[in-house]
């Protein structure tokens, strides 16, 4: 039977697929199935017993009733000595005892079977029996807490052994020998404001869980270059994310930098800083200096090329600017119940009046900010008030808008308007970031013209072409072509690559380069056939102070130049001009690269351009020792 029955018992599943053999995860309809075979097997086994056992207490019994007369023992176990009443039938007493052998035998044998076949089922037994006993008798279990597991919060280089240091960090220990604490732990001591107190560990699976935000690990750990090493492993270990768990592995570098200068001003959800090559064009003479361009790119040969129209500037004496207009541009737009209303805010907002009021309120909202003048727009009820102010050595976004916040506070307060609704602080009037022939037209930021000119020896010497191929070239590309494309601002060469790259390296808003690239290049011949060639940029938002300005090496990019800080709006006049000359020098050599048909060459290798420009300088100094 138990050879029978083995195999039937081993085919059900095992605990191991379905749950511990103490916990009571198996259902109450599964654990009476797995019964059933351990009961089976030990009833066959009891009867089995009691057949093998007492063969005689049958029989005997049996013989009580047929055969009253016999005289023979055919079970030598028997003993005589106990036989009573009748010849060779078994007494009384021989049936108690045999009844009381069998009961033990088959108790016996049973519970073996049982225990063989289906041990597990007294486990279960017994827990669907613990919580029944009184609760004096129950063992108390200790209870199980949640704690942090280690995560390894480091940035390793890749491909490098890993050393005891990193190791301990790897085990979540970093810069802590406590233990992993409870989640209980961690969440009280986020509550008390000592959240820096945790590890790394527990600061990474705090945020996961949105414990701590993601976007205040600074502010909560009181540490940005710690907070921005936590953030790398959240990032790393959020579920369900493209490319799980590369970024703290990466080579995007986050150490020694002074992520203090970033928090509140420049960036949030810190992850590092993106290192871009830095060079520097020139020197260039600017209205008599001489000056580095740092030009921030990974755009091979445009530093080179750059420098090639800075030497080529220089031939002539150097470039000459002019600034047309200082003025950063902010426009509203408000509304009114009917155009009747909307007309009447115009008319006072252009009178002479209006245009006080206005200004008086608008500067008494910061030291530097001065209202210039107001334009207005009407279209239907809506009003447009394109405000136009100075705003010292800072580009001015924040400024002016703090300004046209007031001054829109008083028309409605103080000046009969108060049934006026701003819509938006901002009606793209402006206009921000935006192509826009506004800009272009009345101007936005600095307006800088730059002018040189450049010998005809230096031209056909330095740039390998012509006065009249150039002037020719520049017609039909910046002219004509950007005419026929529908242009707006866009009547150059490249004057957004050295934008762009002096933008960066200087610490300027990336996305004004869209404005501040407006750009009319004009080259025409002088009566001595020199080269006469401008630059007319009516938009260059830029500043020396705020923004990514406050950061060390940006700043230091501007002491190169220069134009550091605050100086009574002139440092962001100077890096306006400075901008302005790094475009003229660009458009030069660039143009003069298409009228030869040099520009691929120089694109495929940029050592081409220096190859030029080492010419020269042998050149310029064989000509100084002639003299």
Same mark, same amino acid.
């Given at each position: 039977?138990?050879?029978?029955?083995?195999?039937?018992?081993?085919?059900?599943?095992?605990?191991?697929?379905?749950?511990?053999?103490?916990?009571?995860?198996?259902?109450?309809?599964?654990?009476?199935?797995?019964?059933?075979?351990?009961?089976?097997?030990?009833?066959?086994?009891?009867?089995?017993?009691?057949?093998?056992?007492?063969?005689?207490?049958?029989?005997?019994?049996?013989?009580?009733?047929?055969?009253?007369?016999?005289?023979?023992?055919?079970?030598?176990?028997?003993?005589?000595?106990?036989?009573?009443?009748?010849?060779?039938?078994?007494?009384?007493?021989?049936?108690?005892?045999?009844?009381?052998?069998?009961?033990?035998?088959?108790?016996?044998?049973?519970?073996?079977?049982?225990?063989?076949?289906?041990?597990?089922?007294?486990?279960?037994?017994?827990?669907?029996?613990?919580?029944?006993?009184?609760?004096?008798?129950?063992?108390?279990?200790?209870?199980?807490?949640?704690?942090?597991?280690?995560?390894?919060?480091?940035?390793?280089?890749?491909?490098?052994?890993?050393?005891?240091?990193?190791?301990?960090?790897?085990?979540?220990?970093?810069?802590?020998?406590?233990?992993?604490?409870?989640?209980?732990?961690?969440?009280?001591?986020?509550?008390?404001?000592?959240?820096?107190?945790?590890?790394?560990?527990?600061? $990474?699976?705090?945020?996961?869980? @949105?414990?701590?935000?993601?976007? !205040?690990?600074?502010?909560?750990? %009181? +540490?940005?270059? &710690? /907070?921005?090493?936590?953030?790398?492993?959240?990032?790393?270990?959020?579920?369900?994310?493209?490319?799980?768990?590369?970024?703290?592995?990466?080579?995007?570098?986050?150490?020694?930098?002074?992520?203090?200068?970033?928090?509140?001003?420049?960036?949030?959800?810190?992850?590092?800083?993106?290192?871009?090559?830095?060079?520097?064009?020139?020197?260039?003479?600017?209205?008599?200096?001489?000056?580095?361009?740092?030009?921030?790119?990974?755009?091979?040969?445009?530093?080179?090329?750059?420098?090639?129209?800075?030497?080529?500037?220089?031939?002539?004496?150097? $470039?000459?600017?002019?600034?047309? @207009?200082?003025?950063?541009?902010? !426009?509203?737009?408000?509304?009114? %119940? +009917?155009?009747? &209303? /909307?007309?009447?805010?115009?008319?006072?907002?252009?009178?002479?009046?209006?245009?006080?009021?206005?200004?008086?309120?608008?500067?008494?909202?910061?030291?530097?900010?001065?209202?210039?003048?107001?334009?207005?727009?009407?279209?239907?009820?809506?009003?447009?008030?394109?405000?136009?102010?100075?705003?010292?050595?800072?580009?001015?976004?924040?400024?002016?808008?703090?300004?046209?916040?007031?001054?829109?506070?008083?028309?409605?307060?103080?000046?009969?308007?108060?049934?006026?609704?701003?819509?938006?602080?901002?009606?793209?009037?402006?206009?921000?970031?935006?192509?826009?022939?506004?800009?272009?037209?009345?101007?936005?930021?600095?307006?800088?013209?730059?002018? %040189?000119?450049?010998?005809?020896?230096?031209?056909?010497?330095?740039?390998?072409?012509?006065?009249?191929?150039?002037?020719?070239?520049?017609?039909?590309?910046?002219?004509?072509?950007?005419?026929?494309?529908?242009?707006?601002?866009?009547?150059?060469?490249?004057?957004?690559?050295?934008?762009?790259?002096?933008?960066?390296?200087?610490?300027?808003?990336?996305?004004?380069?869209?404005?501040?690239?407006?750009?009319?290049?004009?080259?025409?011949?002088?009566?001595?056939?020199?080269?006469?060639?401008?630059?007319?940029?009516?938009?260059?938002?830029?500043?020396?102070?705020?923004?990514?300005?406050?950061?060390?090496?940006?700043?230091?990019?501007?002491?190169?130049?220069?134009?550091?800080?605050?100086?009574?709006?002139?440092?962001?006049?100077?890096?306006?001009?400075?901008?302005?000359?790094?475009?003229?020098?660009?458009?030069?050599?660039?143009?003069?690269?298409?009228?030869?048909?040099?520009?691929?060459?120089?694109?495929?290798?940029?050592?081409?351009?220096?190859?030029?420009?080492?010419?020269?300088?042998?050149?310029?100094?064989?000509?100084?020792?002639?003299?």
């Amino acid at each position: 039977m138990g050879r029978v029955m083995r195999p039937w018992i081993q085919s059900w599943p095992s605990e191991d697929r379905v749950g511990t053999p103490m916990q009571s995860t198996d259902a109450p309809s599964w654990q009476a199935r797995r019964s059933i075979p351990a009961l089976a097997v030990g009833a066959a086994v009891c009867l089995a017993a009691t057949m093998i056992t007492v063969p005689r207490t049958v029989l005997a019994t049996a013989s009580n009733v047929q055969q009253r007369n016999m005289t023979t023992m055919p079970y030598p176990l028997m003993d005589p000595s106990m036989s009573m009443g009748y010849p060779g039938q078994p007494s009384k007493m021989t049936n108690i005892l045999y009844g009381l052998n069998t009961l033990i035998l088959t108790a016996f044998l049973g519970m073996a079977a049982v225990m063989i076949y289906a041990p597990k089922q007294f486990s279960i037994v017994m827990n669907k029996l613990a919580p029944q006993l009184p609760s004096e008798k129950i063992v108390e279990v200790e209870k199980t807490v949640e704690r942090i597991k280690p995560v390894n919060c480091t940035c390793q280089d890749r491909g490098k052994a890993i050393t005891a240091d990193q190791e301990e960090a790897s085990q979540g220990y970093i810069g802590d020998k406590h233990p992993p604490s409870t989640f209980d732990e961690c969440v009280k001591l986020h509550e008390e404001k000592r959240a820096h107190e945790l590890n790394d560990s527990e600061l $990474v699976e705090m945020t996961l869980r @949105g414990i701590i935000p993601f976007h !205040a690990l600074e502010k909560t750990l %009181a +540490d940005p270059t &710690r /907070a921005v090493r936590i953030r790398r492993a959240v990032v790393s270990r959020t579920p369900g994310v493209h490319h799980e768990s590369t970024l703290e592995g990466s080579l995007l570098p986050f150490e020694d930098y002074d992520f203090g200068r970033v928090f509140g001003s420049c960036a949030e959800n810190v992850i590092g800083y993106m290192p871009i090559p830095v060079g520097v064009a020139g020197p260039i003479i600017i209205d008599g200096v001489s000056v580095f361009l740092p030009m921030s790119t990974t755009e091979g040969a445009l530093i080179a090329s750059t420098s090639r129209g800075a030497k080529a500037l220089n031939g002539g004496g150097g $470039v000459t600017t002019v600034v047309t @207009g200082n003025g950063m541009t902010r !426009a509203p737009v408000v509304s009114f %119940a +009917d155009v009747k &209303r /909307a007309g009447a805010a115009k008319d006072f907002i252009d009178s002479p009046e209006g245009q006080e009021v206005v200004k008086k309120a608008f500067d008494s909202t910061s030291r530097f900010g001065r209202l210039q003048r107001v334009t207005t727009k009407l279209a239907g009820s809506s009003l447009y008030l394109r405000f136009k102010a100075t705003t010292g050595d800072a580009m001015g976004m924040n400024m002016i808008s703090k300004g046209v916040q007031e001054a829109l506070t008083v028309l409605s307060r103080d000046c009969g308007f108060g049934d006026m609704n701003i819509v938006s602080l901002s009606g793209n009037f402006c206009t921000d970031k935006k192509p826009a022939p506004i800009n272009w037209i009345d101007g936005r930021g600095k307006g800088i013209v730059a002018e %040189a000119t450049v010998p005809k020896e230096i031209v056909e010497g330095t740039l390998k072409c012509t006065v009249d191929g150039l002037c020719k070239l520049n017609i039909s590309k910046n002219l004509v072509g950007s005419a026929l494309a529908g242009s707006v601002g866009g009547n150059n060469a490249h004057a957004a690559n050295m934008v762009a790259a002096i933008f960066l390296a200087t610490g300027q808003d990336p996305a004004q380069v869209i404005g501040s690239a407006n750009c009319m290049t004009l080259m025409e011949p002088t009566e001595h056939g020199d080269l006469r060639l401008s630059v007319s940029m009516p938009s260059i938002e830029c500043g020396t102070v705020g923004g990514g300005t406050v950061l060390e090496p940006q700043g230091a990019m501007l002491d190169l130049i220069g134009v550091r800080g605050s100086k009574d709006g002139q440092n962001a006049i100077g890096l306006a001009k400075a901008v302005a000359a790094g475009v003229l020098a660009g458009e030069l050599s660039l143009c003069s690269a298409l009228t030869v048909g040099a520009l691929v060459e120089s694109r495929k290798c940029p050592d081409m351009v220096i190859k030029w420009l080492k010419a020269d300088m042998a050149t310029d100094m064989n000509h100084n020792r002639k003299k």
